[in-house]
Structures are given as C-alpha cells and as structure tokens.
C-alpha cells in the first residue's frame, strides 16, 4: 500500500469516527473552528534571559504541587496538592490550615484527596477564600482551620450561552466588599482531564458571587481554559488568563465600558496561569511556553474540529473501562490509569524547557520579562513578590522557588527602595518541618 493510501484511510478512519453520533464526548458547545493568536516573538522586553535560572527549592519534598502562594509580613500561604492550605513561618515552620478530601493515595487521586487551586485574603484578612478544583469555594478561618462552603460544583449556574454546573473551579479574587470574581476552566471535564478539557471548544467562564445574595453571575462566557483572575487596583475591571487562548480577558466593571468585555493582552508565549496582582501591576506566570520554535499543540488543532473531536473520542473510550473497573471495585491501579488518560501533566516530558513569567501593568503593557533556561525552573503556575525575592509556584514540583529580583529589574517592574531579606538563604535540605495542626 502506497505512503497517499494510508495516509487517506487513517484521515477517513479519523473523520468516520469524529463524525460518528451518539459516542462520547457530549461537550456544552458544538465543536467549531477557532483560532488563537501567535505568540510575540521572543525579541525586545521579550528577550530570552536568564533571570529565573538556578532557583532555591524552599521545603523541597515536604510538599507537593503548590499552585497559589500568598505572602503577608514574614509569613507565607500555599495551596498544595493533597488538599491542603499550608501556613510557612520562619522559612520552615509548616502548619496544615486546613485538608479538604480524604487522605491520599497517591499522585493519582486527586479527585478523592482533594486539589486546592486559587486562594486569597478575604475583605478583613481574617479568612483565605480557597477555590479547590472538586468541590469549589471555601471559606477557611486561619487561625482555626474551620470552613465554610460558599458555591459547591453541584450548583448550576444561571447565565451566559447555557446555564451549568462548574467543573473545574480554578482561581479567584475578593473585592473590597467581599464579593468573589472566580474562574470556572472547563464545562466539560473534570480538573484530571484537563487536556481533554482543552481539545473540546471553549466552555470556561468568569463569575461573580455575591456574598450578600449567596449567588453567582456569568460575567464572560466561552473562556478557553479560565485560569488566573485579578482585580484592577480601583476595582474598574477584573481579569481572566486564558490557558488556551494565551491571553488575559478583562470584564468591564465601572465606566462607559460597563457590563462589556475585551482583551487586555493577547499573543503572549505561553499558556496563562495565576495572576498576582500588587500595587503597580500584574505578575503573570506562564505555565507552558509556546513560540516560534515550540507553537502550542492546542494552537495548531484549534482549527480542526473533527481531528480535536477524534482525539477526545479515542481517549474516553480508552478511559472508560478503568473508569468502569474503579467504580465497581475501588482498584486503585484503575484509578492511577484513569487519572493519567487526559491529563494534560501526563505530558509534561514534552513541554518546552523555557520557563517564563512576565510582568504588566494596569494598561496591559509587558515591563519585564523573566526567563529560565535550565530545564528545571519551567511550569510555573504563580509568581508573588516577596522582598527582593519572587516565590514560583508550580503544578508539579515538590517545592517552592525562590529567585532574588536584582536591583535593575526591581527598578523596571516599579520597587524602588526595597528592604533585603535576612541574608542567609534557607539551605536545602536542612529545613525542618514542624507540622502543628494537622486534619
């Protein structure tokens, strides 16, 4: 068989089953043609750096994924993998706020153990508003530990092209009067499918719940993979990273513009995570790069309905015998295979080494471009300013970064006058844990 007949009968093997109804997946949008725009080359305040390169690894191996990190004084915050919202202390002092979920397995069960993603200060300080990726919304006392469900994933929610539930809560904000701007990525797919999540057209959201009324509001609808959310420093706007799209949406919240949306930034190179919000402006953590040289898979199939359709399709089926074996059974190795079927970290071996977090302003302008190269300091989920240092966080490491911010770059992003921290690092492997509380 000639090299032109196979490659006709896998392209009509691909559109026969695309094509084919009544197989899964049942997506809340009909799969359609889309395109996301090219990432900036990589030249100017773009330029390829150094910058990010040979972080500290901070409590290396005592924790795993941490996903947001909040800094106040001289004490650190961070969601972990395994449904924990930790309190850092003195560097290496840990105290476990609160566990949401059982207790784990494995890297494998999240769904059951729980996957806190965004986190913030509520309006008095007093709580962290936690958003984990298989329940939803929490209110959790810091001192105490005690929690509170604000939007549960069973909740559906009215507005926008078609009234669902979340599946993946993601990340949030809290205005002055309480409220919660919050991220939902995916309508489709729970958060241990994110990458069949991404294959299927848009479904995310940014919302808006009030804490007067107890209610939600879709603010932007069809957001390609929501993630990161910020609020303007006057509370004018808020934003939305899209990890598909490659670009911050921003939803109008006082002015003219009231009520209407558009693109704040757009061609950035890569997938957006968390934003971090500060005095000056945005920290915006890149979790996978994309450019000329490594252009985003999501970009290139964006166009091609039925070859996104195929693959979903292919995967599900894969997927539901495990799925079926652990329903009825509880096999953990069913679960592990089920769980690495459509996870988009199950590729993480063939994302580009380049890590990248960039700096805007409130007008939407790149001031500062920092960069990794060493193949270790990449997936980075958030940035936070701490000091004269910037922690990272990250989706898959077991450890939090920590990379100092020379006095040029301090400078440029707006710091000026910036007291040192002490000026012995925390050593590697000579940290100590003290777990204090534990649920």
Not at 74 to 84: E, F
Request: proline share 5%; aromatic share 8%.
């Amino acid at each position: 068989m000639g090299f032109k007949q196979k490659v006709f009968k896998v392209g009509l093997f691909v559109m026969i089953v695309a094509i084919l109804p009544g197989l899964p997946p049942y997506p809340t949008f009909p799969f359609k043609s889309f395109s996301i725009t090219a990432p900036r080359p990589l030249e100017g305040v773009l330029a390829p750096n150094q910058l990010l390169n040979n972080a500290e690894h901070l409590l290396e191996h005592q924790l795993i994924a941490p996903e947001t990190i909040l800094v106040r004084g001289n004490v650190t915050y961070a969601t972990v993998y395994g449904g924990k919202v930790l309190e850092i202390t003195n560097g290496d002092q840990v105290r476990v706020i609160t566990k949401i979920g059982e207790e784990c397995r494995g890297f494998y069960d999240e769904r059951e153990c729980g996957k806190p993603l965004g986190m913030a200060f509520d309006s008095k300080g007093n709580n962290l508003i936690v958003i984990e990726a298989y329940t939803g919304i929490w209110q959790v006392q810091i001192k105490t530990g005690e929690r509170k469900q604000l939007v549960s994933v069973d909740t559906v929610i009215e507005g926008g092209k078609i009234s669902r539930k979340p599946k993946i809560p993601n990340s949030l904000a809290v205005a002055r009067n309480g409220d919660i701007y919050w991220s939902d990525s995916s309508s489709d797919f729970i958060c241990e499918n994110s990458m069949l999540a991404m294959m299927v057209n848009p479904s995310g959201r940014l919302l808006h719940y009030s804490r007067a009324t107890g209610t939600n509001r879709v603010l932007i609808d069809e957001v390609y993979g929501a993630n990161g959310v910020a609020l303007s420093k006057d509370e004018s706007f808020v934003l939305v990273g899209e990890i598909g799209g490659q670009l911050i949406r921003r939803y109008h919240l006082k002015g003219p513009k009231t009520g209407t949306s558009d693109i704040f930034i757009d061609g950035l190179p890569g997938s957006v995570d968390n934003l971090m919000a500060d005095e000056t402006g945005i920290w915006v953590a890149l979790v996978i790069a994309a450019d000329q040289d490594n252009p985003s898979l999501l970009a290139v199939l964006a166009p091609f309905p039925n070859l996104r359709k195929f693959f979903v399709r292919m995967l599900t089926l894969i997927e539901l015998p495990f799925e079926f074996i652990y329903q009825k059974t509880g096999n953990h190795l069913a679960l592990h295979a089920s769980n690495f079927i459509g996870n988009i970290l199950s590729m993480k071996a063939l994302f580009p080494v380049r890590g990248t977090v960039l700096r805007l302003d409130w007008e939407g302008n790149i001031v500062a471009a920092l960069h990794s190269d060493d193949g270790v300091t990449n997936l980075i989920a958030h940035a936070v300013r701490s000091g004269e240092y910037l922690l990272l966080g990250s989706p898959i490491h077991p450890w939090i970064g920590r990379v100092r911010l020379n006095e040029e770059t301090l400078k440029t992003i707006g710091f000026k006058g910036v007291k040192a921290q002490p000026k012995e690092p925390v050593v590697v492997g000579k940290l100590k844990q003290k777990v204090e509380h534990e649920l």
